[in-house]
């Protein structure tokens, strides 16, 4: 699934690159009925001021920041493959009053002089627990089958009533059930939602229809909606 947003760099830049950092976080809280992320992951650039649509060589002091929410599944959080250094930080719950503030005051930090300014250039969620109707889409008690390959060993918890499946812990290189990912290309804001497991991925599922739930209340919010 695919989302597309317009933007525009009106008269003041720094508050069009903070408000397009709370586009991205609307895309995640617009899927916290069927995805509740133990990852994020931040990528920061520097853009002209006076031409924001312009890439700058240079880059913020961390251009790369993760947060981890503790208490989630253990991940292996070192195996979400990065270039560079992250400055991570971890909180009680990835939600708007922790996501806000943090990506907010990374937009903050100083980028080549007073004719540039930080923006955010990619937010993504690979790992996170994801929601189930029923524990009878287990094959086998405690193992899923990830799209037809074999089956693999599961994390079932319950969150505020509802059953939700984790991927793996530590040493599981693969994608959770349900991830995402929003980037800033040119003058759009473009958010992919990937369903990397049944029965997410199956149309006419349960798990596939708060998907697809999700995606149509971006829509009526200004966002262009496609499936691939």
Known sequence: MTLTYNI???????????????????VLDSFHSVFRPSVVD???????????????????????????RSGGPDYDVDLIPVADAVVSSTVQEIEDSTLRPWLTSALQQDCA?????????????WYGSAWLSSAKEFPLEGTLRVNGGPDVPVQLTAHEGDLWVAAPGAGYAGLSPVALEVMLEDERLVARIRAAWMPWARPGS??????????????EKGWQFSID
């Open 42 to 68: 931040a990528v920061l650039a520097c853009r002209y001021r006076e031409i924001p649509e312009m890439l700058l060589g240079d880059r913020p002091p961390n251009p790369r920041l993760r947060m981890v």
């Open 113 to 125: 002089g007073n004719d540039a300014l930080v923006t955010l250039e990619q937010f993504s969620c």
């Open 8 to 26: 525009s760099w009106d008269s003041d830049p720094v508050a069009d690159a903070i408000a397009n950092s709370l586009l991205a976080m609307e």
């Open 206 to 219: 349960n798990q596939h229809g708060r998907l697809l739930a999700a995606s149509e209340r971006l829509a």
